[in-house]
């Protein structure tokens, strides 16, 4: 327990239970605002304008993170927001040089610091499926399933469609046996198409697959998703989907569904999940500004809390930060969130309180409970798992 202290500028700040926080197990960094696609549904600004990390920053990033009470044993570290592939390989492979020369330095080799990208898969070829393996990159590619609902969305500035693009740097993927995972957006025309979207992932060999339902977001402030009847057509999209995968011998792992599973299995209930523990989650932007709880929430200001960051990383420490007033005020309002959806809802076992940067974009307040992507990401999940549950195994082929 830390008590009570003075923030720079004089101000007093409440007693802290770090026994809350952390330890940091992602941390996001925006290595490039720029992203070659132009997709309609995409919640980030300035994606247009190629502002870059600077990886003179990256041990000062590091070794704040090793010198805070927040640091645990290993940590994922994500290469993402913008496409971090319009970087060159060259940048990467300094990260990884930095990477080990701080955590030998700070840390005597004993934090595991592993490096990921998120990436709309159209610039892969050889020479980063090399760099990938060299720099051992857990590879995600996002992916909207068939060319046709793919390439409504998911188009470059000059209006070309990506989808042929994105399945050559996959293919390239497979043919270099570097395994990744899939996050593909789902939409209202999607939803029509489960047939065409399980075919399409089991024909491509794509085993593990996470949808994200298009979301009211960022500058992205509506969505085709809204409404009770669109969360009816996706719970019937996702038992359609499972259905399929389950009939045909052929399955594809779905996250939504695989994370209940796992739960289930550990016999375990989420009394805070990461999205809603300080300093689980550390979102780093391209100056070096950070913010903890979700990453959508770094850099976005608004009237209520001001700005979402907490400092920035050259002048500012982690803990130093959980001791400032916007802190306190974000903090505060997370956690009467988590007690209200605690209280309310019979979901909170399984989702941990839910997502802050969801409830600010749909109610402009953390201290608010259900929103629509609950429902979408969590309940309808949840109960299109049980009600397979309680049918009971499928008939044999």
Known sequence: MISSQVAPGGAATAELDLSRFGPIGLVVVQSTSLCNLDCDYCYLPDRQKRRVFNLELLPVLLQRILESPFCGPQLSLVWHAGEPLTLPCSYYDEATAIIERCVQEHANGEVLIEQHVQTNGTLINDEWCACFRRNRIVVGVSID?????????????????????????????????????????????????????????????????????????????????????????????????????????HPVVLREFQQVIDLI??????????????????????????????????????????????????????????????????????????????????YYGLCGGGMGSNKFWEHGTLDCSETSACRFRTQIPVQVLLERFEAGPPPSR
Not at 155 to 165: K, T
Not at 317 to 324: D, K, P
């Open 145 to 249: 399933g068939p060319a046709e609902i793919h390439d409504a969305h998911r188009r470059f500035r000059n209006g070309n469609p990506s989808h042929q693009l994105c399945m050559r740097g996959i293919e390239t993927l497979q043919r270099h046996d570097i395994p990744f995972h899939v996050i593909a957006v789902v939409t209202a025309a999607a939803m029509e198409q489960p047939e065409a979207m399980y075919r399409f992932f089991r024909d491509h060999g794509i085993s593990a697959v996470g949808f994200n339902v298009e979301e009211q977001e960022g500058v992205h402030t509506s969505s085709s998703m809204q409404g009770q009847q669109q969360e009816e057509r996706y719970r019937q999209f996702l038992q359609h989907f499972w259905q399929l995968s389950e009939a045909d011998g």
């Open 265 to 346: 299995q550990r016999n375990q209930r989420l009394n805070q999940n990461e999205l809603n523990r300080p300093y689980s989650i550390l979102s780093v932007d391209w100056q070096g500004n950070f913010s903890t709880f979700d990453p959508e929430l770094l850099s976005v200001s608004s009237e209520r809390y001001g700005s979402f960051n907490l400092g920035n990383i050259r002048d500012t420490s982690l803990l130093a930060a959980a001791h400032t007033p916007r802190f306190q005020q974000l903090w505060g309002d997370v956690a009467a969130g988590m007690q209200r959806c605690q209280s309310g809802c019979d």
